[in-house]
């Protein structure tokens, strides 16, 4: 079973090649250029949330980066390689931090079953929780809690975006960047803005603004 699935996906793979080749013969050599992505997309492992199926764009528009349920820590070299490269190389003009209900993640954020070394990455969406407990534990209906959570997440993980050197040195600089979050829904395939754009520092606590030397 795992052998035909395995070549199933070379056999998709050919048919990709074929079928983009008969409406452009040029696609891959152009591909093979040069990058120029607009957005940088930061979403959820999960693999029900493909990006540019989502976004409904091509190769070569979207620069990807995606851990467990989204999340933007300071600490995380590799997310933090993809957005420096994403916004002072690719010069990208949006950041999306997509999360999506449902999100496996939140849901073990909610709970305290040991998982295994993935419980130290989980912490980190505890701590959203913390911030935000009075307000969740009010809601009583459990699915409910659940996708507030999760819109909660993406709203702090948007906001620590903008917290990091990266991002506020291209808006010292006057780099046109804007900040998003959306939430992806599984059973109806639409995305929901949750209205948190942020287009500068000002839009953080003074404590967060980072001063510059000139």
């Not at 989980?122 to 819109?151: G, P």
């Not at 991002?167 to 599984?186: K, S, Y």
Request: a negative charge.
């Amino acid at each position: 079973m795992e052998q035909d699935f395995y070549k199933k996906i070379l056999d998709n793979n050919k048919k990709f090649v074929e079928e983009t080749l008969k409406t452009d013969p040029d696609f891959f050599n152009d591909l093979a250029k040069a990058q120029h992505p607009p957005l940088l997309w930061i979403g959820c492992s999960d693999s029900r949330v493909p990006a540019n199926q989502i976004t409904g764009t091509k190769p070569g528009e979207v620069f990807v980066h995606r851990n467990i349920a989204n999340m933007v820590i300071h600490s995380d070299m590799n997310m933090l390689s993809v957005l420096d490269y994403s916004v002072n190389v690719l010069k990208v003009k949006h950041v999306i931090v997509c999360g999506h209900y449902g999100c496996g993640g939140v849901k073990a954020a909610l709970g305290n079953q040991s998982i295994g070394i993935i419980d130290n990455w989980i912490r980190h969406i505890k701590d959203v929780y913390r911030l935000h407990h009075t307000y969740l534990d009010s809601i009583v209906n459990e699915e409910e809690r659940f996708n507030k959570f999760v819109e909660i997440n993406v709203k702090e993980q948007v906001f620590d975006l903008a917290k990091t050197s990266i991002v506020q040195a291209a808006w010292r600089n006057g780099q046109d960047l804007t900040l998003h979050g959306w939430v992806f829904g599984l059973n109806s395939g639409y995305v929901t803005d949750l209205d948190v754009t942020l287009t500068s520092e000002k839009d953080l606590d003074s404590v967060y603004q980072l001063q510059f030397k000139k």
